[in-house]
């Protein structure tokens, strides 16, 4: 077994975005599978010490990548110079601003994608510009992209015109499997992520109405930030049993996850959702929750599981209680609870950093 120095240079900021649950996931289970990583990204996290640089940037819109490529500029020739790695893993976000070094680099390095921009804004137009250029720059000088799904790689080849190697690391989670049993008199259903219009959270509210029509007893909570959080708020203020919190810290999180039954995917199917593969589904499965939510490949596990449940109709939440009643008839929520934490034992960041270390092997 060969253990490896690694420099990974991430635009996710470390410590608040929740998005950076794949970096803290993946650099702790390296470090446990005893390779060195150096990480460098905006934010800070103290528990890293030496082995995180922090990457100073301005948090004013359109400038937040520039000005962390500026500033990452600075600091890497030293770092580089000081250091010899084996390989070096670096975001989407900084590869074009740092396309002159990049293509003179001797190290082996690798593109990382974790999925492209998603603002529906003028911003959105500068990163997908950032994004295409940084894939059509990739494809002639990084060894592989990381991606985290076939139908990533699909979207690549389509939208930025690239086919190049790619290796699929899918989101993991460090969660510690479920041991405690679930009370079942109440039905609790969960939602965690980014609160905005694209995610369709407008359809929970439905799937709510829907339940209480049908009599079944429930409970729902909505748990983060975005720009329809304050609708969502509004929209349910009156509707017992809806709860809509702020971000919270990952050990409360894991409280209510503990005693809760069926995690929420709302997106609906459009490229962007369909491609991805959501932290939630492995955080979900790994405390025994039944995923639900409409039919498409980003809300599947990647072989048919019978604790995903899924539909294809416009209306899913109308089809979704419907199933939801026949396995809770049947006796079975507690069954397809256990299978899914069964499953989710191949999702862990271990298996997952394990599986990537494999993979990066075969380019160097």
């Known amino acids: 077994y060969i253990y490896m120095k690694i ?3 991430s635009g996710r900021e470390i410590g608040s975005d929740l998005a950076s649950s794949t970096e803290v996931g993946i650099f702790t289970s390296l470090v446990k599978l005893g390779h060195d990583v150096q990480i460098m990204s905006p934010g800070e996290n103290k528990k890293w010490g ?4 922090k990457i100073n940037n301005k948090k004013f819109p359109g400038l937040v990548t520039i000005t962390g490529a500026i500033d990452l500029g600075k600091k890497i020739d030293s770092i580089l110079f000081e250091q010899a790695y084996d390989f070096i893993l670096i975001d989407w976000r900084y590869v074009y601003f740092l396309r002159k070094r990049l293509s003179k680099l001797k190290i082996p390095w690798f593109m990382v994608d ?13 990163q997908k510009i950032t994004w295409k250029k940084s ?6 000088h990084c060894k592989a992209g990381i991606i985290v799904s076939s139908n990533h790689a699909n979207f690549i080849e389509r939208y930025a015109d690239v086919k190049m190697n790619f290796i699929i690391a899918p989101s993991g989670t460090s969660f510690p499997s479920l041991t405690e049993k679930k009370e079942y008199n109440i039905l609790n259903f969960i939602y965690i992520g980014q609160i905005d219009k694209r995610r369709d959270i407008d359809s929970i509210i439905k799937l709510k109405e829907t339940l209480d029509k049908f009599g079944v007893r429930n409970n729902i909570t909505i748990i ?5 959080k304050d609708r969502i708020k509004k929209l349910t203020s009156k509707i017992s049993d809806f709860n809509v919190l702020s971000k919270m ?8 996850l503990k005693r809760s039954h069926f995690g929420l995917m709302p997106m609906p199917k459009i490229p962007i959702w369909e491609m991805s593969s959501p ?6 499965a790994r405390n025994g929750l039944i995923i639900i939510g409409p039919k498409h490949e980003g809300n599947m596990w990647g072989r048919d599981v019978p604790w995903i449940i899924l539909s294809e109709k416009k209306d899913w939440w109308e089809d979704v209680t419907t199933k939801i009643l026949k396995i809770q008839m049947e006796g079975n929520l507690e069954k397809y609870s256990l299978n899914a934490i069964q499953d989710s034992d191949d999702r862990t960041w271990d298996n997952i950093a394990a599986e990537l270390i494999n993979e990066v092997e075969k380019y160097i």
Do not use: A, M, Q, T
């Open 50 to 53: 030496e082995k995180h640089i």
């Open 249 to 256: 810290k990952r050990d409360d999180i894991n409280i209510i």
């Open 135 to 140: 894939w059509k720059f990739s494809r002639k």
């Open 279 to 284: 932290i939630k589904i492995s955080e979900y």
């Open 7 to 9: 420099l990974w240079i």
């Open 114 to 126: 974790r999925g492209p921009p998603v603002y529906k804004n003028w911003k959105l137009r500068l």
């Open 224 to 228: 983060g930030e975005g720009d329809y």
